[in-house]
């Protein structure tokens, strides 16, 4: 099992910046991705970015250019610098852990994010 921790949410104005980070634990398999999604109020939970254990990215068009997922492979910590937030950001952000069957999928219990207009 994984078990996945987040931090760094909070309340920002529009226009600013928050960096979220997950630390995981656990039993780790040498091949996996992981990634922030979100959830706002009345919505699906969405893809925000993910990436693999081998440095690929890939982001949602709508934070392309404003966000950046990394990860420390050391250290099993991930993190979501985010910059130029906007009120559309706001949501709960859910960190996720899986391997490429979905056969071992893991979720945070997420960090809200709040951006103020």
């Known amino acids: 099992q994984v078990q996945l921790v987040e931090s760094g949410g909070g309340l920002v104005q529009a226009g600013g910046s928050l960096r979220l980070s997950c630390a995981a634990s656990?039993?780790?398999?040498?091949?996996?991705?992981m990634g922030w999604y979100r959830q706002a109020p009345g919505k699906q939970r969405e893809l925000v970015a993910v990436?693999?254990?081998?440095?690929?990215?890939n982001y949602a068009d709508s934070v392309k250019g404003r966000f950046t997922i990394s990860r420390d492979n050391v250290k099993n910590t991930m993190a979501l610098q985010m910059n130029s937030l906007k009120p559309e950001d706001t949501a709960v952000y859910f960190c996720?852990?899986?391997?490429?069957?979905?056969?071992?999928?893991?979720w945070g219990q997420g960090t809200q994010v709040t951006v103020s207009s």
């Open positions: 656990g039993r780790f398999l040498r091949t996996n991705t």
């Open positions: 990436i693999t254990s081998g440095g690929t990215t």
């Open positions: 996720r852990y899986y391997s490429p069957a979905y056969d071992y999928d893991y």
